[in-house]
């Protein structure tokens, strides 16, 4: 099974235990199926982690490039 990193905490976990979101168009989505191709990012599946890694930029370091999160995706995960 495959190990990925959480791009907001750096903790190391099979991938499916973790959500992969994906930006293809500069806006970041989450990936559910995990078939999107391109770079994917991972985070845990919490909104402490989603939260870090939008402020932290491990998102778009990931990624290579700048992306938006859109305020919806923390409803996903939780109350912000």
Same mark, same amino acid.
Request: positive net charge.
């Given at each position: 099974?495959?190990?990925?990193?959480?791009?907001?905490?750096?903790?190391?976990?099979?991938?499916?235990?973790?959500?992969?979101?994906? %930006? #293809?168009?500069?806006?970041?989505?989450?990936?559910?199926?995990?078939? %999107? #191709?391109?770079?994917?990012?991972?985070?845990?599946? #919490?909104?402490?982690?989603?939260?870090?890694?939008?402020?932290?930029?491990?998102?778009?370091?990931?990624?290579?490039?700048?992306?938006?999160?859109?305020?919806? =995706?923390? %409803? =996903?995960?939780?109350?912000?």
């Amino acid at each position: 099974m495959p190990v990925r990193t959480c791009a907001g905490c750096g903790r190391k976990a099979p991938q499916t235990e973790l959500q992969r979101f994906t %930006a #293809s168009d500069g806006t970041l989505r989450p990936d559910g199926d995990v078939r %999107a #191709s391109g770079r994917g990012v991972y985070t845990c599946r #919490s909104p402490a982690c989603v939260e870090r890694a939008a402020a932290g930029g491990g998102f778009a370091r990931t990624l290579r490039r700048p992306v938006r999160v859109p305020e919806v =995706l923390y %409803a =996903l995960f939780g109350e912000r």
